[in-house]
């Protein structure tokens, strides 16, 4: 799969959906509770969208009332990477898939305390679930 840094944009453009495109290429973020995943509560794995890398378990899934999938911890540390974003005059921690390069969301302090106190804000439409 490490050939998948090395897409071409049009290359993107026809594999995703144009939502998609705008959240995992291009760093936006879908409107708070309308993901199709967000009120999810199955079990099983939640996947890069662009290029199925396995991102997160369910069992790491938690309800924290910002309309986005929240977790609160990864399923494989070495499939994400976490980089500093300065944009829109805040400071955050962008997540990222480690194998595409692909936007997945942010990283907060503010997840459950008995856990990891962290919660991986993710956008629904940069996850599939299997």
């Not at 099983?44 to 199925?52: H, L």
């Not at 070495?78 to 921690?93: A, C, F, P, V, W």
Request: hydrophobic share 25%; with cysteine.
């Amino acid at each position: 799969m490490n050939d998948m840094k090395n897409k071409t944009d049009e290359y993107w453009r026809k594999k995703l959906t144009s939502e998609q495109y705008k959240v995992l290429r291009e760093k936006g973020t879908e409107p708070a509770f309308t993901g199709a995943l967000y009120n999810n509560h199955e079990k099983g794995m939640y996947k890069c969208a662009a290029c199925g890398a396995e991102l997160f378990s369910s069992d790491t899934k938690f309800d924290s009332g910002t309309g986005w999938p929240s977790f609160d911890n990864p399923l494989n540390r070495e499939n994400i990477e976490l980089k500093d974003d300065n944009s829109y005059g805040m400071q955050r921690t962008e997540v990222v898939c480690k194998n595409c390069e692909s936007h997945l969301g942010h990283l907060f302090n503010d997840g459950p305390k008995e856990t990891t106190g962290m919660r991986y804000c993710i956008n629904s439409c940069a996850l599939d679930f299997e």
